[in-house]
């Protein structure tokens, strides 16, 4: 068992809609563990910090302009292959192409507002976590 920490954010979309309890009870359901947990609105600074690997994508602006558009919620979840787990838990981008049960087939609308984020790796996951919660 690899006991992992990953970053994960309900989006302004599914925090709309009343979606926080849905998702974390998919998560915890999935074994994922609450750590930390932070509800938040972001600002155009901390946005574009988090998603500055994506600085030069033609969605880019509309990316920041989404997620500073109202409340998040953010999540420290811990498991046993955490990073895998909750990518797996969270499903396609795209949630016409997502798999059945997972968040976005569920819960997303559209690419663009797709309910949820996930750290990629474990360096992209020490990165984000640190922009949110500190050691």
Not at 35 to 50: D, G, H, P, T, W
Request: glycine content about 4%; proline content about 2%.
């Amino acid at each position: 068992m690899a006991i992992q920490q990953t970053l994960a954010i309900i989006k302004p979309d599914a925090v709309q809609r009343n979606l926080i309890g849905s998702i974390i009870q998919l998560m915890e359901a999935n074994k994922l563990v609450v750590k930390k947990i932070i509800m938040m609105n972001l600002s155009v600074n901390q946005a574009e910090k988090f998603y500055i690997i994506h600085k030069d994508r033609d969605f880019y602006s509309k990316l920041i302009e989404y997620m500073t558009s109202g409340q998040v919620v953010v999540i420290l979840l811990e498991g046993d292959n955490a990073i895998k787990a909750y990518r797996d838990l969270m499903g396609s981008t795209n949630p016409e192409e997502a798999e059945e049960k997972t968040i976005r087939k569920l819960y997303a609308v559209n690419t663009t507002y797709n309910s949820v984020h996930g750290s990629d790796s474990p360096e992209n996951a020490r990165i984000e976590i640190g922009l949110f919660f500190k050691s």
